[in-house]
């Protein structure tokens, strides 16, 4: 595709309940990383895979927070028992893997109540 | 852990100023350093990415200056115009792979 892809665009969960977000990175980027972004502060570093392999899972906040990408392009973050410190925007980014260069998606608002 | 900073948190400009944003990390040891802007309710823009190799880079009115060995960016944009409103984020990457944000500059300039 010409750019990254998120969806959906804005997702509404009560306590408790799961969540799966979707990204689509660039075609051919072998390089696909998730962040949490909070109100008024930068991105945080969630996890990264390079293909299907998750080589870094270090910013994941807890057990709740899986993330996979099992044929090396479309990668899902699920998140299980949602709390209200969950909501935040969830942005996707991918990259060459030759440069480093992210390019990011527009992201998922996620709202727990 | 790297820690990076960004300063000032927000700024507004008339249009036409010149303006440098500023970037600050604590760690030294960068592969390279990448400037975005983030319009509202939007995804991130990558503007320039800098090499640890390399001084500055320059694209159309944006230049990026980086000095590694005092662990400070500055992005200068030149002649501002009221498009330029934006959130602008530095991200330091330590091992090709692993970006760190700052907070970002909130930058509003003024018609």
């Known amino acids: 595709g010409a750019g990254v892809s998120q969806s959906p665009r804005y997702k509404v969960a009560k306590r408790g309940q799961d969540v799966a977000l979707r990204c689509d990175p660039i075609s051919g980027h072998v390089s696909l990383f998730w962040y949490q972004q909070a109100l008024g502060q930068g991105p945080e570093f969630l996890t990264y895979f390079q293909n299907e392999a998750q080589l870094d899972k270090s910013g994941l906040p807890s057990d709740r927070f899986f993330a996979e990408r099992p044929e090396g392009s479309v990668s899902t973050l699920k998140i299980q028992r949602t709390q209200q410190e969950d909501s935040a925007v969830y942005l996707c980014a991918s990259s060459s893997g030759t440069s480093n260069e992210q390019f990011f998606g527009p992201g998922t608002r996620l709202t727990v109540l | 852990k790297q820690e990076v900073t960004q300063i000032p948190a927000a700024l507004s400009v008339p249009e036409g100023e010149n303006l440098v944003l500023n970037c600050s990390f604590t760690?030294?040891?960068?592969?390279?350093l990448q400037w975005f802007r983030q319009d509202p309710g939007k995804g991130l823009t990558s503007l320039l990415l800098?090499?640890?190799?390399?001084r500055e880079q320059t694209s159309g009115r944006l230049n990026a200056s980086l000095d590694k060995s005092s662990g400070r960016s500055t992005l200068y944009i030149a002649a501002s115009q009221p498009g330029d409103s934006a959130t602008y984020l530095c991200?330091?990457?330590?091992?090709?792979?692993?970006?760190?944000f700052g907070s970002g500059t909130k930058l509003n300039v003024k018609p």
């Open positions: 760690d030294s040891a960068i592969y390279n």
């Open positions: 991200a330091v990457n330590e091992d090709f792979n692993k970006f760190y």
């Open positions: 800098i090499q640890s190799s390399q």
